[in-house]
């Protein structure tokens, strides 16, 4: 007589969840940057405070809140909390920390700007930030793709435009706006204090990822190929995935941690993130 045989179905090994998340929230984030950029700049053609900055602060606080605008605000507001709560069951690396404090003054900014009726200029600090964003999760993309001169090539591409809005853009147009135009126009009101330090918040977050940044792009310009991520050190991961992680290049190492997320926005997750 047969022994009763217990079969059991063969079935391929899943992907671990950890590197499953990799390979899917750059997907992810690159759609909704770059679609909440496209949203963003189509909204702010037809806004004349785009054009005319000082008209963030004529009429103030009497400014129409138009659907547009609000709808806006909350896209970004939920994914920059999205983003919060991913860090905690996310791979932790050596930045958790400032991507914490940027998470935070994103949050604080975005929430306090949409209370006090400073959506005109919040509006444009959302989408400077997403303008770098999608760039640095298309980067990644092609990292995935084996197309490792194209991620190169967008990697040295985003620190450019990274460097140009963070550095160049924010502090001379918009921190000029917050910091003094605002000052001179409806004069000191409470608030004022509380909303230029966060904004002063992250433009020290810039000048950190900045260098960050440009150090990886040089490295890529000189040895033709992007190099390790500083920041990619995994803590709490096994150990075999550790081994994986140091010999990748950033593009993979940096995937499951979240990009820039301005947000810089600032978006938009970093990299050098974010």
């Known amino acids: 007589m047969l022994a009763s045989r217990t079969v059991v179905p063969i079935r391929p090994n899943p992907m671990p969840s950890l590197k499953r ?28 405070w785009f054009w005319d900055i000082q008209q963030c602060w004529r009429g103030y606080p009497y400014q129409p809140l138009t659907s547009g605008l609000y709808y806006y605000y909350i896209m970004e507001l939920a994914f920059y ?98 910091f003094f135009e605002s000052w001179e126009m409806i004069g000191p009101y409470p608030s004022w204090w509380l909303f230029n330090g966060l904004l002063l918040i992250l433009q020290v977050l810039h000048i950190i990822w900045s260098y960050l940044i440009v150090r990886i792009a040089f490295k890529a310009l000189i040895r033709g190929k992007v190099s390790k991520d500083d920041r990619s050190d995994v803590e709490s991961s096994s150990e075999e995935e550790d081994v994986t992680t140091n010999t990748k290049s950033p593009c993979d190492s940096s995937s499951s941690n979240g990009a820039n997320r301005v947000n810089g926005h600032m978006g938009s997750s970093y990299w050098a993130e974010e």
């Not at 679609?35 to 189509?42: D, E, L, M, N």
């Not at 905690?88 to 003054?105: E, G, N, S, T, Y």
Request: hydrophobic share 50%; aromatic share 20%.
């Open 81 to 178: 909390w999205s983003l919060m709560f991913s860090q905690f069951i996310d791979i932790k690396r050596k930045d958790f920390l400032i991507m914490f404090v940027h998470h935070l003054a994103t949050i604080g900014l975005i929430t306090f700007s949409y209370i006090n009726n400073m959506v005109r200029v919040g509006t444009l600090i959302m989408c400077l930030h997403d303008a770098s964003d999608f760039l640095l999760e298309a980067a990644k993309l092609a990292n995935y793709a084996k197309y490792q001169r194209l991620c190169d090539t967008l990697f040295v591409i985003f620190s450019a435009v990274f460097v140009v809005t963070r550095l160049g853009i924010y502090p001379f147009w918009i921190l000029n706006t917050t």
């Open 21 to 48: 998340c990799s390979y899917l929230l750059p997907r992810w984030r690159f759609t909704f940057y770059l679609s909440i950029f496209c949203y963003g700049i189509k909204f702010l053609w037809s806004s004349p």
